[in-house]
């Protein structure tokens, strides 16, 4: 498999008054094409400073992080970043949000319709492709703020706890329209979350990170097959995997099993 996203070394270091404040340090990673991965861990522990690098807008104090090989030295339109808040334009149609983000693609008017159309259709927007942000529910309007980031037609999605700010239902639908899309586009994908249960549903691989420093803890498989399902979500080897996470997460010992 393709290396797509590569984390070499990389840590970042703020001085603050007390000296200097290592808010991630040396990590390596490889993410591979098509993969999709999931990253958790404490606040603080550096997760979206990691994402910020392989967006292009957090430059690391040393080490680099390359994309397709080539180092990364700002954003670009092969890699589409979701944040929790939507940051849609209020005055704008789902429609002119979307085709907002393909404003700097250099296209024709025809081909900024269309794209801007697939996404719609793709996150399942096409009736609502005229109305205007605050009629939508927080589900759509996170869906719209997916719709525009795929309309740029990123190989890259990096999403940091999109989900975060919905409810638990939304957030399970959402997470299932998310794999449905990726199963049939298969960009990669590179997903913060708190939420250990999401992190295990989405995820081949989840990214377990620690704090002070900000540091890579582990990397646990999710040997699950696609398509996830509730079937798989209620399974005993969902639960064992999400346990293992869970521990690591919150720094507890395995634990043994009773005498
Ligand atoms: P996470 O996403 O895991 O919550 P972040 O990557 O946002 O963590 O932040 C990692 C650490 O770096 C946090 O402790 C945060 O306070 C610190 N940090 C982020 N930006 C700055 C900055 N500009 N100056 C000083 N500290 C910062």
């Given at each position: 498999m393709?290396?797509k996203i ?25 993410i591979f094409d098509r993969e999709f991965v999931t ?40 890699r589409g970043?979701i ?35 697939r996404a719609?259709?793709l996150v399942g ?17 996170q869906r719209?703020?997916i719709a525009?980031a795929y309309?740029?037609d990123p190989q890259v999605l990096l999403m940091?706890?999109p989900f ?8 399970v639908q959402l997470q299932d329209r998310l794999l449905d899309t990726w199963s049939k586009d298969q960009r990669t994908v590179m997903f913060?979350t708190?939420?250990?249960?999401e992190a295990v549903y989405l995820a081949s691989r ?16 999710v040997?699950l097959p696609y398509p996830r399902t509730?079937?798989i ?27």
């Amino acid at each position: 498999m393709n290396v797509k996203i590569s984390f070499q070394d990389v840590s970042k270091s703020y001085a603050v008054k007390t000296g200097t404040f290592t808010a991630l340090d040396n990590v390596s990673l490889d993410i591979f094409d098509r993969e999709f991965v999931t990253v958790v861990g404490p606040s603080g522990c550096g997760k979206s400073t990691l994402m910020g690098m392989a967006a292009g807008l957090i430059d690391p104090s040393s080490g680099q992080t390359l994309v397709n090989g080539e180092p990364v030295t700002g954003p670009g339109p092969d890699r589409g970043v979701i944040f929790q808040q939507y940051a849609l334009f209020p005055w704008l149609t789902v429609r002119k949000n979307v085709e907002f983000g393909l404003r700097l693609a250099n296209l024709g008017k025809a081909e900024v319709r269309s794209r801007a159309q697939r996404a719609i259709d793709l996150v399942g927007l096409t009736d609502f492709a005229d109305t205007l942000p605050k009629a939508l529910s927080g589900g759509m309007k996170q869906r719209c703020a997916i719709a525009r980031a795929y309309a740029v037609d990123p190989q890259v999605l990096l999403m940091d706890e999109p989900f975060g700010a919905l409810d638990a239902l939304t957030r399970v639908q959402l997470q299932d329209r998310l794999l449905d899309t990726w199963s049939k586009d298969q960009r990669t994908v590179m997903f913060i979350t708190h939420d250990v249960d999401e992190a295990v549903y989405l995820a081949s691989r989840v990214i377990v990170m620690a704090a002070k420093p900000g540091r890579l803890l582990k990397i646990i498989d999710v040997d699950l097959p696609y398509p996830r399902t509730e079937e798989i979500r209620l399974s005993p080897e969902f639960s064992r995997i999400r346990g293992e996470v869970w521990r690591s997460v919150y720094h507890q010992p395995a634990a043994t099993s009773a005498a």
